[in-house]
């Protein structure tokens, strides 16, 4: 199953699709767009930080998601579209005025 998620995923996501589906997961932690479109076609239910961050908020875990995505971009090198960005803030609650 790994070699042939590695003809479209590098190796480390192929190793959680493959780990995903062998253990019936519920939800799988995936960023990169092909990851993402790869384990939904294959009948994942996938899920980002920027959709983890969310959830926290939603569920009262964080006050705001702002200062981690900002983090995330600036020092981690994640990389967030502005449109992504502008968007969990919305969803937040947290849109810049």
């Not at 990389?79 to 609650?93: F, T």
Request: hydrophobic fraction near 45%; charged fraction near 25%.
């Amino acid at each position: 199953m790994i070699n042939a998620l590695e003809r479209d995923l590098d190796r480390g996501e192929s190793a959680a699709v493959a780990l995903a589906l062998e253990v019936n997961a519920d939800l799988i932690l995936l960023d990169e767009y092909e990851g993402r479109r790869v384990a939904q076609r294959l009948g994942l239910r996938v899920m980002g930080v920027v959709g983890i961050l969310l959830s926290a908020k939603q569920n009262q875990l964080v006050d705001e998601i702002q200062p981690m995505l900002h983090e995330s971009r600036t020092t981690a090198g994640f990389y967030l579209s502005d449109a992504v960005y502008r968007r969990a803030l919305s969803l937040a609650g947290e849109s810049r005025k």
